[in-house]
């Protein structure tokens, strides 16, 4: 495998367990907010999609100055692929949502998550959109991810909370966990996170 410059080491082979842990971690699942404004300066590690291509997020997703979506107490949760990834010493097994509705549906609509739950969030460009827990059932906490895989930014996400939370700069991932996760696993600021190459490489421009 292709060695990037954030911080990919090695091809990271599945976790054998769902439950993460200090020798053998994983999880599966995670948050709910939803996307609001984007803008794409720079491509993201791994990302084909051609330069001159806005980041489709840009002008589908939630705007802050549109009005956010009515509540929807029947929507059905989405559940997507899985891939591990390493948050500093932990291997984490995440949902991966790297479409335009993917991003866009998140976690809502789960009414529980189990204690490794998680979901990715891989765009194709660096991004400053904005998250917020429109149809989200469930604390969650947030890490805004720079393309070299540091941490940068972690918030605290409350259920139905329709505030949009900004990044202070742009990120090239984002990663959703069960409230307190990070806290428990001592992951902070700083912290690195290794993404396999073909899941980094994942997002796509939607098609026209």
Request: hydrophobic share 40%; net charge negative.
């Amino acid at each position: 495998m292709i060695q990037r410059s954030f911080a990919m080491r090695d091809a990271i082979a599945p976790a054998p367990s769902p439950t993460a842990s200090r020798a053998r971690r994983g999880s599966g699942g995670a948050s709910s907010s939803s996307v609001a404004r984007a803008t794409a300066p720079s491509r993201c590690p791994g990302s084909s999609a051609p330069g001159s291509v806005a980041l489709a997020l840009a002008v589908v997703l939630f705007g802050c100055d549109t009005a956010p979506p009515a509540p929807e107490p029947n929507g059905r949760p989405q559940h997507l692929p899985t891939a591990t990834i390493r948050v500093g010493d932990l291997l984490l097994v995440v949902e991966v949502a790297d479409q335009e509705a993917e991003c866009k549906k998140g976690m809502m609509f789960r009414r529980h998550l189990g204690p490794d739950e998680a979901m990715l969030f891989v765009f194709p460009r660096e991004t400053d959109t904005p998250f917020w827990m429109a149809n989200c059932y469930v604390d969650l906490d947030l890490a805004y991810i720079r393309a070299d895989g540091t941490i940068m930014q972690i918030e605290h996400m409350k259920a139905h909370n329709r505030e949009p939370v900004w990044s202070r700069e742009p990120y090239c991932f984002a990663l959703e966990v069960p409230t307190g996760w990070f806290e428990a696993h001592g992951i902070t600021v700083g912290e690195t996170v290794e993404i396999p190459e073909d899941v980094a490489a994942s997002a796509r421009p939607p098609r026209p």
